[in-house]
């Protein structure tokens, strides 16, 4: 399992994400460009000391992220229209999620070259959840359906 975060615009939600890759033993990886620099302050705030602790990747386009082998790994993206509930998805030990831009979420070659699509059932009239909650909600239930969480004390 790995946790993409494509094109982060907010640092905040950028390390709380990368935080909760780091305390859940996931990788991470970070498809630029960030709409900050990378060693923002707020980035490093909101990541705390958990940075230093999480394996991440940073591929400087979508195109070079897309360049690295991941044998049958499949990318399966959280939207807010989302072709299935994220609690219905069936998730495999090797998936990639993959996350969008707060601001504008991914475009359309992006969303076409994910394998799957999943979204957070949300009440009516609301639009979307902070991003970084989103890919917590997701990310655990994708390592719950796949025996992926660290063992306790570790």
């Known amino acids: 399992m790995r946790l993409a975060l494509y094109q982060p615009d907010i640092p905040q939600n950028a390390g709380s994400m990368l935080r909760t890759a780091a305390c859940l033993g996931v990788p991470a990886d970070v498809i630029e460009p960030c709409g900050f620099v990378f060693s923002d302050r707020h980035l490093r705030r909101a990541g705390l000391d958990y940075l230093e602790r999480v394996d991440l990747t940073r591929h400087p386009s979508w195109s070079a992220f897309l360049a690295k082998p991941r044998g049958a790994a499949r990318l399966v993206l959280l939207s807010a229209r989302g072709d299935t509930s994220y609690l219905t998805f069936s998730y495999r030990a090797d998936d990639v999620l993959v996350v969008g831009r707060e601001s504008a979420g991914v475009p359309a070659d992006v969303r076409a070259a ?10 009516a009239g609301v639009r979307s959840l902070n991003v970084a909650v989103a890919a917590a909600m997701v990310l655990g239930e994708a390592l719950r359906q796949t025996d992926g969480f660290p063992s306790a004390g570790s």
Do not use: G, I, Q
């Open 114 to 123: 994910c394998h799957a699509s999943v979204r957070v059932p949300m009440a």
